[in-house]
Every structure is written in C-alpha cells, then in structure tokens.
C-alpha cells in the first residue's frame, strides 16, 4: 500500500516547496467556487449553454498575451516577486467579481470581464509558479511533486464544484465569491514565504523577442511539443463542462447540484490518481502513457454523451437513474487526465532549461488553461446546435481520432523515455 500511495519526498526534503504547497491547497477550493460560481451565474442570467461557453472565449485572449508575455517576465525576474504580484491581482478581482453579485448588477458582460482580467492574472502566476518547482525539488522528484500538486487540483475540483451548487442556492453569488476572497490569502503568504529566485544564467529583457526565443526552442523540440499539441485534442474536442449546467436542468435532473456533483466527479478521478500515484515515478515510456491516457479521456466523454442519449430528457422531480452511470464515466476521466497531466508537466520540465522554463511554462499555461477555454466554445457550440449528448458522443470521438492523427505523425513521442530525456 506504501508503495501505491503518493509520494510525500518533496515535501519532506523542501520547507519551500511544502509551503508553497499548503497555501495553494488552501486557496484551490475557493478558487474552483468561483470558476464553477461564474458558470452557474451566467447560466442563469441567460438559460444558455452558448454563454457559458462564452466564458471561455472572454478569458481566452488575455490568457494568451498574459502567458505568452508572462513567461518571459518570469525569466527575466525574480520568480517569487512575479508570483507574489501577480497573486495580489487575482485577490483583488476576485473582490470585484463578488461586489458585483452582491450589488446584484445581474449583468453578464461584467462577468466576462472579470473572467478576462482573472484569466490575465492567472496567466502570469502560474508560469511562475510552475517555474519555481523546480528549482525547490531534484530532478529525479519531479513526478512526485507534480503528482502532489494534481491532489492539491483534484481536492479543490472535487471540493469546490459540490460546495458552489450548495453555496449558490443557500447563500447567493455574492457570498459564495467571498469565500475565495477569504482563502486566496493563504496563497499570498505561501507566495510571500518563498526564497528570492533571480534569473540563472545570462539575464535578458522580457519582450516579444524573448517570447520569439521560447518559441523557436519549441519548434526544434517535438517531444516537447507534443505534450501541448495532444492536450489540445483532449481539451478542445472533449471538454464537457459548459454542458453540464443543462446536462443538471435537462437531462439528468438536479440543476445547479447535479451540475457541482458532475465537475467535482472529474475532480474526484483526478485526486484519486493523484492519491495512489506512488507507482508514476517508475513509469519510463511516458510519451506513451500520455496517449493511453488521453485515448481514455476521449472514450470516458464519448460514453458519457451515449449514457445520455439513452437517459433521454429527464421528466419529474429528483435526478435521472442513470447519474451513477456519468458520475462513474466523469470519475474515470478525471484519472486518466491527472495521470496525463503528471507525465506532461514531467516531460516539459526534465526537457527544458532553467533559463526557458518561465516562456516554456507560459506557453504550457496559454495551453493547459486556454485549450479547456477552446472546449467549453465547441461544447457551447454544438450542444446548442446538436444537444447536450450529441455534443459529448462527437467530441469525445474526434479527440481519440485527432490524437492518434498526431502519434502517427509524430511516432518519437511514443518512445519517450524519462531515463535520457529527449527534447
């Protein structure tokens, strides 16, 4: 059992990354309160799928210039000074999004700003953030510690999702935002604990053509660039979560609670991976497990939209007897996609040198945060134009079929191995 369970070493050997560590897991449910809190909100401000997916694209462009430009900032900078900053500006906007629920101003376009200018803030923090691991754990530790920040990720996602259905229809929006007013600062005094990080190497300034250089590395890296090019199919194709406030009103039954219970079951797969992680570190082929992995993710969504089609619209009160079934599809789909998550975050940071790390993690961030942005713009889309369950079948199908297009063509990153890491 010992050897299935996650591995603690990183926080045993390094009192800055386990302080880093604490304070992002006290802030993460607060954080996912508010994700999940907005989406509700829109939900019923509009009763559309397609604003919710609207979310996404609002947040889309700043994280793309906040990431890609943020990256570079982070090379140029003291790590933690960038960290820190940037965590004051998300705390702040935060404070912003829950005034505007409690003045009751019931406007969407004021979300979708906030949702930009968070999306801004976040772009910097966690290209920092992500940049700082590895200067607080060894090498060798590098999956366990991503492993362990997939349980800070999975608690909050699992956590966070079934309390803001709770929240939202016990004590409004506007209390339900200042939780995470209140938790962030855990994550400002992790942040403000940390040891000054400078730049290593030769310094330079931050810009486009920084930017421009992290780029090129990129583009003479293909194992590199194929852990974001893979993410992509699986986030864009086959994110499910803008339908999940119609898949609770319609289909399953529930509303707002059935919609909390559906992401936090993604989030439940993942800390589960995440707690029984023990074994990760002594996966070798990890190109490999990511396409296994996402091959899954692809599967579990597509089977997630057949369990609907063959629920058909929910009629009366109470929920669908087939929400054991997607709660079970959404669990493993979350497993498979923290498993992913681990061995890509491995693969970017093992390969990449330090004095990269911040413009390679901030494309990493553009990618990991704005692909699911993409998805929830496709499943808006087409499940306003197809359903819900047509929506979930498709996309599901089109992530396997663009997954494997991608190893065909690239069949290095199959053979990946963790013992000589090959950029």
């Not at 530790?141 to 309390?163: D, E, Q, R, T, Y």
């Not at 197809?386 to 979930?392: D, P, S």
Request: one cysteine or more; glycine letters at 12%; hydrophobic letters at 55%.
């Amino acid at each position: 059992m010992r050897k299935l369970l996650a591995d603690i070493s990183p926080l045993r050997e390094s009192p800055a990354y386990r302080r880093l560590w604490t304070g992002v897991a006290l802030s993460s449910v607060g954080s996912q309160l508010t994700l999940v809190a907005m989406s509700l909100q829109v939900y019923s401000l509009t009763q559309s799928t397609f604003a919710v997916g609207l979310l996404g694209i609002f947040s889309l462009v700043p994280l793309i210039i906040a990431g890609l430009y943020g990256g570079s900032i982070v090379d140029a900078h003291d790590r933690r000074r960038v960290a820190l900053i940037s965590s004051v500006a998300m705390w702040l906007i935060t404070i912003g999004v829950a005034a505007q629920a409690l003045l009751q101003l019931g406007q969407p376009w004021i979300l979708y700003v906030f949702a930009g200018l968070q999306s801004a803030a976040m772009g910097i923090n966690q290209s920092a953030r992500s940049a700082i691991i590895p200067r607080l754990v060894r090498p060798e530790l590098l999956p366990a510690a991503n492993a362990l920040n997939m349980i800070v990720f999975g608690v909050g996602m699992s956590i966070g999702p079934l309390l803001a259905g709770f929240l939202v229809s016990s004590i409004g929006y506007g209390w339900t935002y200042l939780i995470d007013v209140l938790t962030f600062t855990a994550s400002l005094w992790a942040v403000f604990s940390l040891p000054k990080m400078p730049p290593e190497g030769e310094p330079h300034k931050a810009g486009l053509r920084s930017v421009f250089e992290g780029f090129r590395f990129l583009a003479l890296r293909p194992n590199i660039r194929m852990t974001f090019l893979v993410d992509l199919c699986a986030m864009i194709f086959a994110m499910p979560r803008a339908l999940f406030p119609a898949i609770g009103a319609v289909w399953l039954g529930g509303g707002d609670a059935t919609a909390g219970l559906l992401l936090a079951a993604v989030a439940i797969g993942s800390l589960l991976a995440a707690l029984f992680s023990g074994p990760l570190g002594k996966v070798r082929k990890q190109g490999l497990a990511v396409g296994i992995c996402i091959t899954i993710w692809g599967g579990s969504i597509a089977a997630l939209g057949l369990v609907l089609l063959l629920a058909g619209k929910h009629q009366g009160d109470g929920n669908s007897p087939w929400l054991v079934a997607a709660v079970a599809l959404l669990i493993i789909s979350g497993i498979a996609d923290s498993i992913s998550g681990v061995f890509r975050s491995t693969i970017l940071q093992s390969a990449t040198p330090d004095h990269l790390r911040g413009r390679l993690q901030g494309i990493f961030v553009v990618v990991v945060a704005g692909g699911p942005r993409l998805g929830d713009l496709f499943a808006g889309s087409s499940g306003q134009l197809l359903g819900e369950a047509m929506a979930a079948l498709i996309g599901g199908l089109l992530c396997i079929a663009a997954l494997w297009l991608l190893l065909r063509l690239q069949p290095r990153f199959l053979r990946y191995d963790a013992r000589s890491p090959e950029p």
